[in-house]
């Protein structure tokens, strides 16, 4: 089992950047694929990125694709998010998660077996 703890949501300008932190605990994190997701109000949840367990591949919603970069560091158990040139649509709740495998394509919350508690992000317009 895994244990997820997000951190680093707050405040931030429109055009300006954040990064988001998954501590994570657990003896399968190091083999598991880590995802970030998002939930905005009154919308579902999306896929942002995701990362296989060594971190070699990446895979990203085609929209994030090019603003957000998806980093782990396995030796302090964490994922990163940078999220650069941040619009007020990005504003959400932001959850790490976690499954065992890796995958691509198509991704939605139910490939996802392990989840955080959120963090929230704000971009004001």
């Known amino acids: 089992q895994v244990r997820l703890v997000e951190s680093g949501g707050r405040f931030v300008q429109s055009g300006g950047s954040l990064r988001l932190s998954c501590a994570a605990s657990g003896r399968t994190f190091s083999t598991s694929t880590v995802g970030w997701f998002r939930q905005a109000p009154g919308k579902e949840r999306e896929f942002v990125a995701c990362i296989s367990s060594s971190g070699g591949d990446t895979w990203y919603e085609d929209s994030m694709r090019g603003r957000f970069t998806i980093s782990r560091d396995n030796a302090k158990n964490t994922v990163d998010l940078q999220m650069n040139s941040l619009k007020s649509e990005d504003t959400a709740v932001y959850y790490c998660?976690?499954?065992?495998?890796?995958?691509?394509?198509?991704?939605?919350?139910?490939?996802?077996?392990?989840w955080g508690q959120g963090t929230q992000v704000t971009v004001s317009s």
């Open positions: 998660a976690a499954r065992n495998g890796w995958i691509i394509g198509h991704i939605t919350p139910m490939n996802f077996a392990y």
